[in-house]
Nanobody, 120 residues
Framework: QVQLVQSGGGLVQAGDSLRLSCAAS????????MGWFRQAPGKEREFVAA??????IYADSVKGRFIISRDNAKSTLYLQMSSLKPEDTAVYYC???????????????WGQGTQVTVSS
């Protein structure tokens, strides 16, 4: 069992940057594929980015603006968000999969979610 605890988020202006963190319990973090998702009001949850031992992948909407990274020594996942836009406003969730392959949709463990609001 893995628990994911998120931190970060908040209210920022368009063009600002923000970093989200996701701390994982357990000693198997380094073997997990990890991802970030978001859900805007009235919309379905959507994939943002994912990372495993080989690298990362991104949704087209955030490519070039967001960077996913991980610190295996700290069992922590990060999402560095830059050049934020109002359409990035959403609740952001981190997720973990014991299947190490990169995936955009199959995750077993989820964080509690954190609100990111970008004002214009």
């Amino acid at each position: 069992q893995v628990q994911l605890v998120q931190s970060g988020g908040g209210l920022v202006q368009a063009g600002d940057s923000l970093r989200l963190s996701c701390a994982a319990s357990g000693r198997t973090f380094r073997s997990y594929a990890m991802g970030w998702f978001r859900q805007a009001p009235g919309k379905e949850r959507e994939f943002v980015a994912a990372i495993n031992w080989s690298g990362g992948i991104y949704a087209d909407s955030v490519k070039g603006r967001f960077i996913i990274s991980r610190d295996n020594a700290k069992s922590t996942l990060y999402l560095q968000m830059s050049s934020l836009k109002p359409e990035d406003t959403a609740v952001y969730y981190c997720a973990g999969s014991p299947r190490s392959a990169l995936t955009t949709d199959v995750y077993d463990y989820w964080g509690q979610g954190t609100q990111v609001t970008v004002s214009s």
